[in-house]
């Protein structure tokens, strides 16, 4: 089995990255990546070593990924919004030998505590003598940090395999090809925007074309250019794009709408799609998005159809080489169609194990092996539909997912905060958005507590509501009743 940055000498004169500096062939990608390793080997990186790096998505990202793979060890890629605090967790918690940061984030650098940091800058391509490598699918190859319900992120170790054969399914079923050229506006730390978009598109010899940061006007202009063969974001892009098209004189919507012609695909995922968007999308673009559902630990698992049909409100069938099976409350299997449970999976695409964390792996699988995904869904006509999460402790917002117990501890370290909880509330533009009840006695402001938060929380967990109660409402056993606060907004 070639991995993703083993065939790049074999696309060699194709464009590979285009970023806001300039365009990069394969050849150029795979030199820079051999550079990028021939400096990870001689500062001693082994393999197995975890490799972490601060850059944004640009070709010097993907040149770092590749080269930390070709050493056999597993990369760490940071979240670019993160605080110092976070970003210091994800290092310390992984164990990092390394960090390498862009030049934009030297500010976060110096305050970072590794056992060596490294501008990307310093390091000058060189030959990379790669014959003693040994690699083999198995091996560990990257540590992405989510969110669960135990508070602190935890670090979801996958393979070679696992990340390839989630490739291997989304190539096959969405027809990538070598004449593709994706549009790319997500962040590089997550499944969504590393695996579906950069990693497929690498693995055929397509074309990837960064977006720093999302952008309503330069995704329309970028598709009005007509390169662009697929797309693929979170609902809450597609909710954004539909307000900037809304805003328009009725002679450009009719531009907007017409350089959308020359796209092959158009793909929602990581959060419940709404009808409103999916039906507003096709209005606009002529595109039905074809919805599909993953998670970090799964890989994608399930999706509508590239060909037959793609129906609303539905996340699809099983991706090849995926299992899907819905259980009951106690683990029963439910056999029946139309009867809700939560999702279990099983397949190559799957993780071998949070990074350090035994008892949370062991806890996240059936006895049998099937990973226990949280979300409850029915199965109706051989389609799956999501109908919510087990848990009220996770929150979805814009795609990113978030621990309500993570926000609840950082919220009470505020002065004037003695106790808080944390929960989503249904949101049209982001699925959700964070809110907290508190108890205060000094009657805390939202905007005081939003500006405390900057630098200490991530900008997209910081409370975008906030009630003051004097006292929270809680069950016979002592337990805060959040959706009994809910309803209070
Ligand atoms: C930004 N903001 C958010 C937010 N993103 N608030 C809540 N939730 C979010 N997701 C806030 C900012 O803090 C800021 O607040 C204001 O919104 C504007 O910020 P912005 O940076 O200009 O926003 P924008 O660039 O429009 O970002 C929106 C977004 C981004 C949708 C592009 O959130 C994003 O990239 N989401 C994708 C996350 C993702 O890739 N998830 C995949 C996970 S993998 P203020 O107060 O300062 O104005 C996965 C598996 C699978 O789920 O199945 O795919
Ligand atoms: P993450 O843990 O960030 O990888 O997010 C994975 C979670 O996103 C899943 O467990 C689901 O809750 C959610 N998700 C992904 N795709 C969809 C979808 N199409 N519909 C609803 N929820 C989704």
Redesign the pocket.
């Known amino acids: 089995m070639k991995l993703v940055f083993q065939n790049l000498e074999y696309f060699r004169n194709k464009t590979a990255i285009i970023d806001c500096r300039g365009k990069y062939s394969y050849a150029a990608l795979n030199n820079r990546s051999e550079g990028i390793a021939e400096y990870l080997l001689k500062t001693g990186t082994q393999k197995g070593d975890r490799i972490a790096f601060l850059i944004s998505p640009e070709f010097d990202f993907v040149a770092t990924l590749f080269a930390i793979w070709k050493l056999g060890a597993i990369a760490v890629p940071l979240c670019t919004?993160h605080p110092v605090d976070e970003l210091q967790y994800a290092i310390d918690d992984s164990q990092s030998k390394m960090v390498v940061h862009g030049e934009e984030f030297l500010g976060q650098a110096v305050q970072l505590k590794a056992p060596r940091i490294v501008s990307i800058l310093d390091i000058e391509s060189a030959k990379l003598n790669t014959q003693h490598l040994k690699l083999i699918p198995q091996d560990p190859s990257l540590i992405l940090y989510t969110s669960g319900t135990t508070g602190k992120p935890k670090g979801v170790l996958h393979t070679h395999q696992s990340l390839n054969a989630t490739i291997q399914a989304l190539v096959d079923s969405w027809h990538w090809s070598v004449e593709d050229h994706i549009l790319h506006?997500?962040?590089l730390h997550?499944?969504?925007?590393l695996v579906?978009k950069l990693l497929c598109a690498i693995s055929v010899g397509a074309t990837c074309e960064f977006l720093i940061?999302?952008?309503a006007r330069a995704v329309w202009n970028r598709f009005s250019e007509g390169k662009m063969t697929l797309f693929m974001a979170?609902p809450?892009?597609y909710s954004?794009l539909i307000a900037f098209w809304e805003n328009e004189t009725e002679g450009r919507q009719i531009e907007l709408s017409k350089g959308c012609k020359n796209l092959r695909l158009m793909v929602s995922?990581?959060?419940a799609l709404p009808l409103s968007v999916l039906n507003k999308w096709e209005k606009i673009t002529g595109h039905r998005l074809l919805e599909?559902?993953?998670?970090?630990e799964i890989g994608?698992a399930i999706s509508n159809s590239y060909n037959g049909e793609r129906r609303a409100g539905f996340i699809g069938t099983p991706l090849p080489g995926v299992r899907v099976r819905i259980a009951d409350e106690i683990g029963d299997i439910i056999e029946t169609e139309n009867l809700q449970g939560e999702i279990q999976i099983k397949g190559a695409a799957v993780f071998k194990e949070y990074w350090n964390k035994l008892q949370e792996t062991t806890e996240s699988f059936t006895k049998d092996g099937w990973f226990k995904t949280g979300d409850s869904a029915v199965l109706l006509n051989d389609y799956y539909k999501i109908l919510g999460r087990n848990s009220v402790d996770i929150i979805?917002?814009?795609?990113?997912?978030i621990s309500a117990l993570e926000v609840e501890s950082k919220l009470l370290d505020h002065p004037e905060i003695d106790e808080c909880a944390v929960f989503g509330i249904v949101d049209e533009e982001?699925g959700e958005?964070?809110a907290s009840a508190v108890v205060s006695s000094f009657n805390v402001q939202l905007s005081t507590l939003?500006d405390w938060a900057k630098n200490k929380i991530a900008?997209?967990k910081?409370p975008?509501r906030l009630i003051v109660l004097n006292e929270l409402p809680r069950n016979v056993l002592g337990k805060v009743t959040k959706d009994a606060i809910k309803k209070l907004f």
Request: no cysteine.
């Open positions: 919004i506006v997500l962040p997550h499944t969504h925007g579906n940061k999302f952008d979170v809450t892009i954004k995922g990581s959060a599909r559902y993953g998670m970090t994608m979805k917002s814009g795609g990113y997912k982001w958005i964070v939003q900008p997209y910081i975008r």
